[in-house]
């Protein structure tokens, strides 16, 4: 078994994840406070920028209907799964349980994509703009960016990426390594 990486190459490190984990935090909060509106509990929304009337006229709309929950109630329950898929598994998970990190891709992904989906149905569809919406997808595409290297690692673990027993560097750590290289080479010189 090779030793355990430094914990800023280490893609699983806490140091890694705890942001994740914070903004999943985040946005299961901003979800909950929309779905407030959405279950009539709260008769309007705060939006510093587009105002009350064009967050409602997002919440309100048809398509929030097409499941049979609303959307911001699945977006607070997707925050919450992200943020315990996030927390489970040590600081080598990437190596020791890749098919967890592999479902932490999947959920960072999964919300990626529907935030996607959301903010175009805003503004080719609906016609108006949530702040705390697009703040929610502002945060499904930093966590999925922030989660990339660990899914990286761990699907190079799953196809056998090893040598002599020992994984290859995740993606980071490689380029890392090259760009020192060529450094150490430039100092060298001729």
Excluded: K
Excluded at 42 to 48: A, E, G, L
Excluded at 115 to 132: G, K, N
């Amino acid at each position: 078994m090779s030793a355990p990486l430094p914990a800023e190459a280490n893609p699983s490190s806490w140091s890694h994840r705890l942001p994740v984990v914070l903004l999943a935090v985040v946005g299961c909060a901003l979800a909950t406070y929309l779905t407030l509106y959405q279950w009539h509990l709260t008769t309007s929304v705060w939006d510093p920028i587009f105002g009350s009337r064009s967050s409602e006229a997002v919440l309100s709309s048809p398509i929030t209907r097409l499941l049979p929950l609303p959307d911001a109630t699945l977006g607070a329950v997707a925050y919450l799964i992200e943020a315990v898929v996030t927390l489970l598994g040590g600081a080598e998970r990437w190596r020791t349980a890749p098919r967890l990190v592999i479902l932490f891709g999947l959920v960072l992904a999964g919300l990626a994509l529907t935030s996607l989906v959301l903010v175009l149905t805003q503004i080719f569809l609906v016609h108006a703009l949530c702040t705390l919406c697009l703040c929610s997808a502002a945060i499904s595409f930093a966590n999925a960016w922030l989660g990339r290297d660990e899914v990286f690692a761990a699907i190079q673990t799953l196809q056998g990426g090893t040598t002599s027993g020992a994984l290859r560097q995740p993606p980071r750590v490689r380029q890392r390594t090259a760009n020192a290289l060529r450094i150490r080479r430039w100092l060298a010189g001729p």
